[in-house]
């Protein structure tokens, strides 16, 4: 399947969101996650199915003014 | 105390955490600064990297309270969506709503900014704007659930200070009762306490710290500021005078002839 994941395209196996972290390489407590400009919270991404070209966005704390 | 949506603070400096040159300077800065909010954004995530490490994993262990913003949003949908992954982050309800309209002057989009603090504020968002000088604007967003307003005092990273103390004058004497932090354009330490000694309740600055040669001093005279200008208010201060008066008392003096 492909998606789109902040801005790159990526050919990924899994299907949930919480696998696709997993499977991508992403740890930690601390990400922010959206699909489709749609926010997707931590405790929703289990349970949350992608689809081919679906667009991710995965964030985290950064400095900020 | 200043009371922000009902949360007690001690410190009226509110501290930015970028640009500063080194993780040491920032955490030494935010130290000397006193301060008891710091701003943070989110940002895009590198694939493989572990979260909560390094930049944010210093700033948790000071156990401040975050104030996180939506730097860099254009749209409404932009802004309320950042705000949303905020909170689902940082389990705060708290966040600086930035919507820029433009590219030069980084100044809010202020028909923008109203209608996502309406909407962030239906969906129980503490909303801090950021917005300019304009008092029908302030208006309108308390209209639209703020308890709190950041008026701009001139461009954000601009170190100009106040550009029109009129306008700032305006917008804190119709809104006695509201907390007003004045947010961006504050280059130096009596930027801050003149805008504090015009009644605001307290100051957010970034760049002027981050970017000066000794940030931790900087940090550091910024808090003598701003509790010097607040002191000074609430001191009452004398009103400028066209004519010269004597401090020194003329009756009793010496008569030499």
């Known amino acids: 399947m492909k998606l789109i994941v902040n801005g790159q395209v990526c050919d990924v196996s899994a299907k949930s969101l919480e696998m696709l972290l997993f499977e991508l390489g992403f740890e930690g407590d601390w990400l922010a996650t959206a699909v489709n400009s749609e926010l997707v919270r931590a405790t929703e991404r289990n349970s949350h199915s992608l689809k081919n070209g679906d667009r991710i966005e995965i964030l985290t704390p950064k400095q900020g003014g | ?257």
């Not at chain 2, 130290?31 to 930049?55: C, H, N, P, W, Y």
């Open chain 2, 1 to 257: 105390m200043l009371k922000l949506y009902d949360v007690d603070i001690s410190s009226r400096l509110l501290l930015g955490t970028a640009q500063y040159p080194s993780p040491a300077t920032l955490m030494d800065a935010i130290k000397a600064s006193q301060t008891e909010i710091i701003t943070v954004s989110l940002r895009r995530e590198m694939s493989g990297s572990k979260s909560g490490d390094g930049f944010w994993g210093l700033l948790r262990s000071l156990e401040l309270r975050v104030l996180p913003n939506t730097a860099g949003c254009h749209t409404v949908k932009e802004a309320v969506l950042t705000a949303q992954m905020a909170r689902d982050v940082f389990s705060t309800d708290w966040i600086k709503l930035e919507v820029i309209g433009n590219h030069d002057t980084l100044q809010p989009d202020v028909f923008a900014l109203v209608e996502a603090a309406r909407i962030l504020a239906k969906d129980g968002f503490k909303v801090f704007p950021y917005t300019t000088d304009d008092l029908v604007v302030a208006e309108r967003l308390l209209e639209a659930g703020c308890d709190v307003l950041m008026p701009w005092c001139a461009p954000i990273g601009s170190a100009m200070g106040p550009l029109n103390v009129h306008a700032l004058r305006s917008i804190r004497g119709h809104f006695p009762g509201v907390p007003i932090i004045v947010d961006a354009g504050i280059g130096r330490p009596s930027h801050a306490a003149a805008v504090m000694e015009l009644g605001f309740d307290a100051v957010l600055l970034n760049t002027a710290v981050a970017k000066a040669g000794n940030p931790v001093s900087m940090a550091s005279a910024f808090a003598k500021a701003v509790g010097a200008g607040y002191q000074a208010h609430h001191a009452v201060m004398l009103e400028p005078r066209d004519l010269a008066v004597p401090s020194t008392p003329v009756i009793g003096k010496a008569v030499f002839t």
